[in-house]
């Protein structure tokens, strides 16, 4: 499919009007800049705005009590949370009876499968 090819000034005046939509592809030029804001509703919509475009508007910042003060890195879990993937499986209605009257660990065990799957798959490539 062949997508419109607009200017910045155009997808802005399309987005106000929301009228905006996948049929249009922006052109983005050097001089161009988009508040962040936009951006914000522009990646929404699935546009992809290069980050040297976005401008931000330092001057509407207010202070907020809750934020003030010297900021301490704290320990966080998200370098785990970034290691475990979700998977969905569709089994049938005697698997899905038998899997939960069994007490098999299924994070390992797929963990497991997909290991072995993957060293077996690179054994054989190399």
Known sequence: MTK???TL????????QNALSEDYEVDFVDSDSVAA??????GAL?????EDKIHYDD????????????????????????????IKLKVDHEIEA???ASNIDLDSLVSELITGFYRSSK????
């Not at 054994?123 to 190399?126: F, G, M, Q, S, V």
């Open 9 to 16: 000034a155009k997808a802005l005046a399309l987005l106000e």
């Open 123 to 126: 054994a054989i490539k190399d």
């Open 59 to 86: 001057t509407n910042l207010e202070e907020d009590e809750d934020f003030e003060g010297e900021w301490v890195r704290i320990d966080s879990d998200i370098a785990d949370y970034k290691q475990h993937l979700m």
């Open 37 to 42: 804001t936009d951006a914000i509703k522009l």
């Open 4 to 6: 419109n090819k607009i």
């Open 46 to 50: 699935g546009f992809d705005v290069p």
């Open 98 to 100: 038998w899997l939960a």
